[in-house]
């Protein structure tokens, strides 16, 4: 039962990463991110309790105070001060990107049970790859930065359910950290120059 | 205590920079000493925490050399910016401080999950020192690298995860072996983007470009030989021939197309980015090799050691010229004549660092590609590489050095830190021919 329920969670999850990709307006992503981070803190409490893994509480906190609250508040406040990214994200083209994340899902989900066929981790390796497809296709730096936020969950979701894999807290913290460092280098690149949109990333 | 001492000095110093902020070049450049004979003390340690074998020693000495000429070269370049700085000069040498000491965590850590950390670590700090000065491009290339080396890192730590399931550790010296082609392939990617090998590479000439010579050298020289390290944690439990082959082909695929990018280039620090990117897909084709010949590893390390000081020399003089004759462009500058030593020292660290004989870094190339004559495509494809970059990036610096021109006045500081690298890389070189011969 209640693996059903994790596992119903793991689903709402990847829809989450696939509404972040179909939206072109900058506040609704960033609120999409926020609650795709605290369906993960919920899994990370089950998994937590059922495990009696203290680390998984801990970091359960932090994902909601960090990618559920404080970066998503940041981030929106950002976008009050530039009128532009309250309208439509220009230059993405939403449609053919979703069928491109479903290609994505499916292609990682043959690869991944091809080569772990007993292994569970499915949902966050194709959840992974959604967060990748955010960074390379969106253009804007507020959008990168969801995307990153989605790779993030993607892989503590995976340390939880893959491996149960020590030292996971200090990596959330670490991953938390660099995200804070992404933050800030946006306030301080639109509050001296605009905002912050790359053509791509490639310099 | 001295692998404490390597991590515990750098924090110190750092502190000391914030708190008392005229101490900061001094405090700094003590730290660098010190962590420099600390490395000389702490090969071969095995504890719980720590794991030092060779190939670890050599990344450890490198990381504290070319810590220390840095932090030399910064005493010169950080005084004669013009431009308004992201960062005030306290938290620059706090930080470059701390970019030493996650490299050194990172370099000396058996267990994988804290060398994934120490990684993270250099993103954060070297992200925040590459927007040094205050502009546009600077902020770009800051946001560029943190999105792409974090994704690497991701799936990198991606690939860790895996690896703690296949293993059931994450302590690579008492993982076993196991044929785990997934884990490796991932681990491969993941690093790789921080090594710059191809396709992820993307964000290395942008940083080098623009980052401060001193932090260009840190990063060219010891942060890529790092994360090669890191990826070689992996692929020593997890190897196989497959892994070997895919080692050899993302290797040779960098150093070909790096090579190929040399020739374009206008840009001084971008020349010498792409170069480094050449280097480092010899040296990736060399640990793929290892699994064939063991011994070829022992070439990989000669050829990081030619490449961490001859590089280091090639940014500070790239550095020098940036200063002095207020351009990023490669032009026909003449510097033999107006800035000598300045050019002395690029003539002789840009034919080190292409495999010139008789230094080093010549040995070394030609032990990897004799160990991939098994591999005759192979063989064809890395000599290639290596011959273009040869000739692209010595027609570039040699159109820099040699011309007309009046003398320009330098810092006798600005000329220190790239002598020393010459000085250190030319010794090694005749040590080893003297011992070959």
Redesign the interface.
């Known amino acids: 039962m209640i693996e059903a329920i994790v596992q119903f969670i793991g689903v709402l999850i990847l829809l989450t990463a696939f509404e972040i990709l179909a939206q072109s307006y900058i506040r609704p992503m960033i609120n999409t991110v926020a609650i795709q981070s605290i369906l993960l803190a919920v899994i990370m409490v089950i998994t937590g309790i059922l495990e009696n893994r203290l680390d998984f509480i801990i970091l359960a906190v932090l994902t909601i105070a960090v990618r559920g609250i404080a970066i998503p508040e940041v981030l929106k406040k950002d976008v009050k001060k530039h009128g532009i990214w309250v309208y439509r994200e220009v230059g993405t083209r939403v449609p053919s990107l979703v069928i491109v994340g479903l290609i994505l899902s499916i292609v990682g989900y043959v690869i991944y049970r091809a080569?772990?066929s007993v292994?569970q981790?499915d949902l966050p390796?194709i959840l992974?790859l959604l967060?990748?497809l955010v960074?390379i296709a969106k253009k804007n730096?507020l959008a990168?930065m969801v995307g990153?936020i989605v790779?993030?969950n993607?892989?503590l979701y995976?340390?939880i359910t893959?491996?149960h894999?020590?030292?996971i807290l200090?990596?959330g913290i670490?991953?938390d950290?660099?995200a804070l460092?992404?933050a800030g280098?946006?306030l301080?690149?639109e509050k001296?120059?605009g905002v912050?949109e790359?053509e791509e990333?490639?310099? | 205590m001295y692998a404490e001492m390597l991590l515990l000095t750098p924090i110190l110093a750092s502190i000391l920079c914030v708190v008392i902020p005229k101490t900061r070049e001094a405090v700094s450049l003590i730290s660098s000493i010190v962590c420099v004979f600390a490395s000389l003390h702490v090969i071969g340690l095995k504890n719980e925490w720590f794991y030092i074998d060779t190939f670890s020693a050599v990344v450890l000495i490198l990381i504290q050399s070319i810590y220390f000429l840095s932090v030399l070269y910064s005493l010169y370049f950080v005084r004669v910016v013009e431009k308004e700085l992201f960062l005030r000069r306290r938290y620059y040498y706090a930080l470059i401080n701390l970019f030493a000491m996650s490299m050194s965590f990172s370099a000396m850590c058996r267990n994988l999950g804290l060398v994934w950390v120490g990684l993270e670590a250099t993103t954060i700090v070297s992200a925040l020192l590459i927007v040094l000065e205050r502009n546009k491009a600077s902020i770009e290339a800051a946001w560029r690298y943190i999105l792409i080396a974090s994704s690497g890192l991701g799936i990198a730590l991606f690939s860790l995860i895996l690896f703690h399931r296949v293993f059931g550790t994450l302590d690579w010296v008492n993982a076993g072996s196991n044929k785990a082609l997934v884990v490796a392939a991932l681990a491969l990617i993941g690093f790789g983007t921080k090594v710059g090998l191809f396709p992820s590479h993307t964000w290395l000439p942008d940083a080098h470009g623009i980052a401060p010579p001193s932090v260009s050298a840190m990063l060219s020289a010891t942060l890529l030989p790092v994360a090669l390290l890191a990826y070689y944690k992996v692929f020593i439990p997890s190897c196989n021939p497959s892994v070997a082959y895919l080692t050899c082909f993302f290797g040779v695929t960098t150093a070909l197309i790096a090579a190929l990018l040399t020739i374009p280039q206008k840009k001084i620090k971008r020349l010498f980015a792409y170069s480094s990117m050449d280097v480092m897909g010899i040296a990736t084709v060399g640990v793929g090799l290892s699994a064939f010949n063991p011994a070829v590893l022992k070439a990989v390390m000669l050829l990081l050691v030619i490449h961490a000081f001859s590089k280091a020399s090639l940014f500070f003089t790239g550095g020098n010229v940036i200063t002095a004759l207020k351009t990023h462009d490669i032009e026909k500058f003449g510097l033999i004549n107006r800035l000598p030593a300045t050019g002395i020292a690029m003539i002789i660290s840009a034919l080190a660092v292409t495999g010139a004989p008789p230094f080093a870094s010549f040995v070394a190339e030609l032990i990897i590609l004799s160990a991939s004559l098994r591999f005759p495509a192979l063989t064809a494809l890395l000599s290639t590489a290596i011959v273009i970059a040869f000739l692209s990036i010595n027609y570039h610096v040699v159109r820099m050095c040699f011309g007309e021109g009046e003398k320009v006045k330098l810092s006798v500081l600005a000329d220190l830190a790239p002598l020393i690298s010459c000085v250190v890389f030319v010794v090694i070189s005749a040590v080893v021919l003297g011992g070959l011969m």
Do not use: C, K, R, T
């Open positions: 080569a772990f292994m981790g390796f992974f967060g990748f960074i730096a990168q990153y790779e993030e993607a892989l995976a340390g893959i491996s894999m020590p030292l200090e990596a670490f991953l950290l660099l460092v992404l280098v946006i301080a690149a001296d120059y912050l790359l990333l490639v310099g």
